[in-house]
């Protein structure tokens, strides 16, 4: 590949494999049929979702650091997580990641790992594992929830990671690619998700040449679409028209991705590889 390349896969819920640079980005992996009590629809992620570079972790909740689809991850490729993950995630994230290449990094911080260069930003999100089991003191905080703005050759990307529409974006400089939460796996959003609306606002402050809706339509309580409907289809199926509506009345110059999971989009540069 080219250093003018960039390509976009997106697997499902916030799992997307950004290509830059000649480097295989792969962000927050969830690559299995369930998690916990969420059933996922639509087609596994292929085994081409485990050819990476380098894995970057945003936040500690199992739908984005998640044991079983990075121990299927070959354990050379480094991981990038939030600063203090090792101590806020329990022995089995300690055993998983204690043999493998762990950079943790917190937000104003700035490195480059397999040729990418990596910028963290805060995230407006709890940072905890497991948010209502106990609460953190000052003593032992949480890890922070981050976001990232990648950049390798002439191609950047930015992911933010969840959060909610407290965040400041302003150090974000502009990207070709911005890869948005827009949604989650319901019954309710909550105030640390940004809404289809809120993140087709977060896209044109950063300032983004295209960008692709992530963390929605994939994962859902299993029997909840039966009991709520409204609800399934209110924060499941409605959040990508919304988000490319949104976009398209606020920022109608910023390309609008719709891929579907697993279909690579290529933006610029060769097509690389498969």
Do not use: C, K
């Amino acid at each position: 590949m080219g250093d003018g390349t960039l390509a976009v896969t997106w697997w499902g819920h916030a799992t997307t494999t950004v290509e830059l640079g000649g480097a295989r980005v792969l962000v927050d992996p969830v690559l299995t049929r369930s998690l916990l009590h969420l059933r996922r629809s639509g087609p596994l992620p292929t085994s081409r979702a485990l050819d990476a570079d380098v894995v970057l972790v945003s936040h500690l909740h199992h739908d984005h650091l998640h044991h079983r689809s990075l121990r299927r991850l070959d354990p050379a490729v480094p991981v990038v997580a939030p600063r203090g993950v090792l101590g806020g995630a329990g022995r089995w994230t300690r055993r998983l990641l204690g043999g493998r290449e762990l950079v943790e990094v917190a937000p104003g911080e700035l490195v480059e790992v397999a040729g990418v260069r990596i910028e963290v930003h805060a995230a407006d999100h709890p940072g905890t594992r497991d948010p209502l089991r106990g609460r953190r003191t000052r003593a032992r905080p949480a890890p922070p929830a981050i976001g990232f703005r990648l950049s390798a050759g002439a191609a950047s990307a930015w992911y933010p990671g969840d959060t909610g529409p407290g965040v400041d974006l302003t150090a974000v400089a502009p990207v070709d690619l911005a890869l948005v939460p827009i949604g989650g796996w319901g019954p309710t959003l909550g105030a640390a998700h940004l809404d289809p609306e809120q993140a087709a606002t977060a896209v044109g402050t950063v300032g983004a040449g295209a960008a692709l809706g992530v963390h929605h339509g994939t994962f859902w309580p299993v029997g909840l679409r039966a009991v709520m409907p409204a609800r399934h289809r209110a924060l499941f199926v409605e959040p990508g028209p919304r988000f490319a509506a949104a976009l398209g009345r606020r920022t109608p110059g910023v390309r609008v991705l719709t891929p579907e999971p697993g279909e690579r989009v290529v933006l610029s540069g060769s097509v690389g590889r498969a």
